[in-house]
């Protein structure tokens, strides 16, 4: 009884320990797991596999740097797996924090990964523009009404790939990748849905549950934080073994989180027994 004791009693700070204990060590062990993409999952990754060379995509980052960790190794991926299949990427946000963030992105991996890709011909980024569902709306019938310019300022009819793009209609593929509004819901209400255009989606873990009842009829797949990450860079790995060698954040932060996990249950499975032993004794004692 002094053990069941010492247990309800237990102080939060070994608790607390514990849980950095159970994210630090998998860190500093590189421990790692093996991920199988689920239907959710492979289904962007079967769609993006199936388009020809020369396909257009839009990805539209539309996060902020708070949710940088969860979304940023989904965007990578997928930029990874674009150039891959020779695809046209048009990158555009919703969001005024992620034009930095899509520069960073195309600056880290676009060009220092694919130095071979031409801009404006191969890639484009397109930039912020203020608007949210507004936005969608005009871009669906017009989108040079309202971009004009590049992120760099080049005039749109100066562009390349943008010469055969009226509207959002030209592409092949929609992809959303943030945490908030607007985002992935507002590209499937007011882009996917009247446009009958392919829309897929990233997002934060918290955000996901949310999104969910639009999957599969009008959410073509979903990544779900970390764990929909890791299942991406998994699937990529699969198929372009070269990728092994690459950062893979998705997969190596799994590691941590499935241990982390695991602690916490065990904790939680412990609180309840002492709970229930505790109880118990009480009665026979009342008795």
Known sequence: MAFIYKITNIDRRIIFLFIALSVIVPLLLNIKFT???????KNIFDKVESLPA???????????????????????????????????????????TGQNLTTTTVDSVQTK??????????YVNLGYKAGNEGLINVLLTDMKKMYTTDVLGT???DIEMMKPVSNL?????????????????????????????????GSTAVQAPLLYPYWPNQLLGLMGGIKGAAEYESEL?????????KSNPG????????????VIMLFIIIGNVTFFMERAREKRSRG
């Not at 539309?62 to 150039?83: C, K, W």
């Not at 992809?175 to 209400?189: D, N, Q």
């Not at 790995?237 to 060698?245: A, E, S, V």
Request: charged letters at 20%.
């Open 35 to 41: 991920e199988k993409a689920g239907p959710i999952v």
């Open 54 to 96: 020369g396909s257009r995509v839009l990805l539209s980052l539309d996060y902020g740097p708070s949710t940088v960790p969860e979304i940023q190794p989904m965007v990578n991926a997928l930029v990874r797996h674009f150039n891959e299949k020779e695809l046209k990427i048009y990158f555009m946000c919703l969001w005024a």
């Open 113 to 122: 990964e694919f130095p071979e890709k031409v801009y404006g011909v191969d």
């Open 155 to 157: 005039y749109i009819d």
């Open 169 to 201: 209609t030209s592409f092949d593929l929609i992809i959303s990748l943030g945490g908030g509004t607007p985002g992935i819901k507002e590209w499937i209400l007011f882009a996917g849905d009247p446009g009958n255009i392919p829309v897929a989606g």
């Open 237 to 245: 790995i699969r198929t372009y073994p070269k990728y092994k060698t």
């Open 251 to 262: 997969i190596k932060m799994m590691g941590p989180q499935a241990i982390a996990h695991i």
